[in-house]
């Protein structure tokens, strides 16, 4: 069990990730053997005529989430958008979102994934809710 900072290291470790059958948490991760990443990372070339830049969290992604998300939560909620606002159902790119107020009103997001390189050489992303 590891931090999100390994999946900086994936590419150079991912044969023993695999091996010790590794979880690691993350607040974004984005892997193109995943069908959606894959996608959009086609669409993105399609648009801009260039990949997305390798860092870590992937910009083009994060922008594409939080827009997506946000416009939808409006359009489908309007000025109810805060308390409905965990009620959205999405499937990030990268980004998920789960929001929890504080008591000052302001709202945090919270989610967390937990990414798991399976002995039998798959990833899998899964949601952690508390």
């Known amino acids: 069990f590891g931090y999100p900072e390994w999946q900086i290291h994936a590419k150079d470790t991912r044969e ?10 993350a607040t974004f991760y984005s892997h193109y053997a995943l069908p ?5 990372q086609e ?5 801009y005529n260039r990949g997305i830049q390798n860092i870590y969290p ?17 359009t489908l909620y309007g000025e109810n958008l805060s308390e409905k606002i965990n ?5 990030p790119i990268q980004t998920g ?3 929890e107020r504080l008591k000052n ?7 967390i994934n937990f990414i798991h390189y399976t002995p039998d050489y798959r990833i899998e992303k899964l949601d952690f809710e508390e």
Not at 87 to 91: A, I, N, P, V
Request: glycine letters at 8%; a negative charge.
């Open 16 to 25: 023993l990730m695999y091996e010790v059958d590794t979880y690691f948490y």
């Open 36 to 40: 959606r990443v894959a996608e959009f």
């Open 43 to 47: 669409d993105f070339i399609r648009w």
């Open 58 to 74: 992937r910009y083009g992604m994060l922008g594409y989430d939080t827009g997506y998300f946000f416009l939808l939560a409006a």
């Open 87 to 91: 009620d959205l159902e999405y499937s």
């Open 97 to 99: 979102f789960l929001f």
């Open 105 to 111: 009103g302001a709202m945090i997001n919270k989610k």
